[in-house]
T-cell receptor
Framework: EPEVTQTPSHQVTQMGQEVILRCVPI?????FYWYRQILGQKVEFLVS????????KSEIFDDQFSVERPDGSNFTLKIRSTKLEDSAMYFC????FGSGQETQYFGPGTRLLVL | QKEVEQDPGPLSVPEGAIVSLNCTYS??????FMWYRQYSRKGPELLMY????GNKEDGRFTAQVDKSSKYISLFIRDSQPSDSATYLC?????????????FGTGTRLTIIP
């Protein structure tokens, strides 16, 4: 069964450093998302992306964050200057439209720890 | 009032019991309702997807939506130890591809052998 994959599974970084989280969405999906989950809290929407553009972003997704689809398979989330409060699990998701079940399939997540 | 509220648990039940998990919501625009299962340190896994009010059954799982009460439920019959996980309700206003999901906080369920 097709699945969303994410790398790395864990990343530890120093405050102020840039990190890039990578995702490979399901191959025929056209819509891509990033969510995050701070430990013990709910899953929160960050950004959605379609046709090489951001469709919607939350107030969490400030100027320190950016997303890119650098090629036909990868989807990345960049955090330019990490803060302690960026420590969380980051989930990539993808979805199709017109398949009859237009909902989102999630990857296993990248656990980011900012020290 | 939070947009989506979920019974916090944690919930522990003996193997074979029927489990009921619930969420309430305040945004009447929500039309699509999902239940995800999340094992520790893993991504959410889609269990059930329903549109508007009504019931949907898939094996041991039944999802119910009551839009008039803004209340959704997930029932698990003949619960198994492998059902031990955190269950997240999620909802959206449309099924257009770029619609964000709004999640509840999750209910941690433990099935005791």
């Amino acid at each position: 069964e097709p699945e969303v994959t994410q790398t790395p599974s864990h990343q530890v970084t120093q405050m102020g450093q840039e990190v890039i989280l990578r995702c490979v969405p399901i191959s025929n999906h056209l819509y891509f998302y990033w969510y995050r989950q701070i430990l013990g809290q709910k899953v929160e929407f960050l950004v959605s992306f379609y046709n090489n553009e951001i469709s919607e972003k939350s107030e969490i997704f400030d100027d320190q964050f950016s997303v890119e689809r650098p090629d036909g398979s990868n989807f990345t989330l960049k955090i330019r200057s990490t803060k302690l409060e960026d420590s969380a699990m980051y989930f990539c998701a993808s979805s199709d439209f017109g398949s009859g079940q237009e909902t989102q399939y999630f990857g296993p997540g990248t656990r980011l720890l900012v020290l | 009032q939070k947009e989506v509220e979920q019974d916090p648990g944690p919930l522990s039940v003996p193997e074979g019991a029927i489990v009921s998990l619930n969420c309430t919501y305040s945004n009447s625009a929500f039309q699509y309702f999902m239940w995800y299962r999340q094992y520790s340190r893993k991504g959410p896994e889609l269990l059930m997807y329903t549109y508007s009010s009504g019931n949907k059954e898939d094996g041991r799982f039944t999802a119910q939506v009551d839009k008039s009460s803004k209340y959704i439920s997930l029932f698990i019959r003949d619960s198994q130890p492998s059902d031990s996980a955190t269950y997240l309700c999620a909802m959206s206003a449309s099924n257009f591809g770029n619609e964000k999901l709004t999640f509840g906080t999750g209910t941690r369920l433990t099935i005791i052998p």
